[in-house]
């Protein structure tokens, strides 16, 4: 039986915009967009899952500013069902420079993705999903302050 699985992400933002790594299908295909993240180990707080998955996915250390929200999040995936509770962070970049990078790949075992700027208007034009489902309104209230 399959368990609910803890992930962190963290969103960073450059003025309007936000660092979103691709979703692909199975097939390889951009099914949406959200941010960098994953999971959490064992004995590991949902704060320090998010610092080492920035440092493994893009090489960049991170702060945590502060805790976003929890999301849960139900979903199908390729015909399996999936259950997340997702920690979502409000992140800086330690390196200020990383932050003019306009693309970061990310490699981890056999999957490769793209990460890159997006304004909340991209992200909403129909280009895909934003997961984790609940994250447009963390994402607004980010504009707005």
Avoid at 11 to 24: A, P, Q, T
Avoid at 50 to 66: A, L, S
Avoid at 131 to 138: S, W
Wanted: contains cysteine; glycine residues 12%.
């Amino acid at each position: 039986m399959p368990g609910i699985r803890p992930l962190s992400i963290g969103v960073l933002r450059r003025e309007e915009k936000f660092l979103m790594v691709e979703v692909l299908n199975d097939s390889g295909a951009l099914k949406g967009w959200r941010p960098l993240g994953g999971g959490i180990e064992f004995g590991e707080s949902a704060e320090n899952a998010v610092i080492r998955e920035f440092k493994e996915e893009i090489g960049y250390e991170i702060n945590c500013q502060r805790l976003l929200g929890v999301l849960e999040n139900i979903y199908t995936h390729e015909g399996h069902k999936g259950h997340e509770i997702v920690f979502v962070y409000s992140v800086t970049m330690s390196d200020k420079s990383a932050l003019y990078k306009e693309r970061y790949k990310i490699e981890e075992g056999s999957m490769t993705a793209n990460a890159k700027w997006m304004s909340l208007r991209e992200l909403l034009d129909g280009s895909g999903d934003i997961y984790p489902i609940g994250l447009v309104e963390h994402l607004r209230r980010l504009i707005s302050t």
